[in-house]
């Protein structure tokens, strides 16, 4: 089956950049997008068409996608920004959705 | 502004058919996209079950397709979801989600519900 790998946490001080990656063999084809959940809550989109951000999302937020890796960046990380983050993208078909494991960013 | 609400019991007995609806408003079903489910098994990820658009095509996760029907009222701007034969695996947080498309591939979920908890147990 196809999958989405991401790593299961990245730990960054509050200031600093976080990045986290995405990996599938269908990227470079297939748009990335990726989610922001936060406890008890639903996620949210903060990225999509790889580096696109919605209204509302702050800056320090962005996307890049480069052969078979996805990056979610979170420039200047501030302690609201400790989540867990989900990428997403579609199967080498373009037909089905897929969704990495997820990774939950601590903000130390 | 858009918004999804789910709704139906948050307790299934084994073996039975879940069953949720979406009520949207702030937007037409008919106007676009594709509309569906997602769900989130507690402590874990998410898992993609389908998405459908308003004329009927559909999309079902394969691992789930034998089992899965979303269908789309238009009239009342609902959709809704069945889930047969579950078992304690089901047991869930279900989110409806709009999902847009580009160039007739699943792109990003752009809306979500709060999502309702089913939890199948006798």
């Known amino acids: 089956s196809y999958e989405l790998t991401q790593p299961p946490s990245v730990s960054v001080s509050p200031g600093q950049t976080a990045r986290i990656a995405c990996s599938a063999d269908?990227?470079?084809?297939?748009?990335a997008s990726w989610y922001q959940q936060k406890p008890g809550q639903a996620p949210v989109v903060v990225i999509y068409?790889?580096?696109e951000r919605p209204s509302g999302i702050p800056e320090r937020f962005s996307g890049s996608s480069l052969g078979t890796t996805a990056t979610l960046t979170i420039s200047g990380v501030q302690a609201e920004d400790e989540a867990d983050y989900y990428c997403?993208?579609?199967?080498?078909?373009?037909?089905?959705?897929?969704f990495g494991g997820g990774t939950r960013l601590t903000v130390l | 502004q858009v918004q999804l609400q789910e709704s139906g019991p948050g307790l299934v007995k084994p073996s039975e058919t879940l069953s949720l609806t979406c009520t949207v408003s702030?937007?037409?079903?008919?106007?676009?996209?594709?509309w569906g489910w997602i769900r989130q098994t507690p402590g874990k990820g998410l898992e993609w079950i389908g998405s459908?658009?308003?004329?009927?095509?559909?999309n079902y996760n394969p691992s789930l397709k034998s089992r899965v029907a979303i269908s789309v009222d238009t009239s009342k701007n609902q959709l809704s979801l069945k889930l047969t034969s579950v078992t304690a695996a089901d047991t869930a947080i279900y989110y409806c989600?709009?999902?847009?498309?580009?160039?007739?591939?699943?792109?990003?979920?752009?809306?979500w519900g709060q999502g309702t908890l089913v939890t199948v147990s006798s």
């Open positions: 997403q993208s579609a199967d080498s078909s373009g037909t089905y959705v897929i």
């Open positions: 269908a990227l470079p084809k297939q748009y």
């Open positions: 459908m658009y308003h004329s009927g095509r559909t």
């Open positions: 989600t709009r999902l847009a498309y580009v160039v007739l591939v699943p792109a990003w979920f752009d809306t």
């Open positions: 702030g937007y037409s079903i008919s106007s676009g996209y594709y």
């Open positions: 068409k790889d580096n």
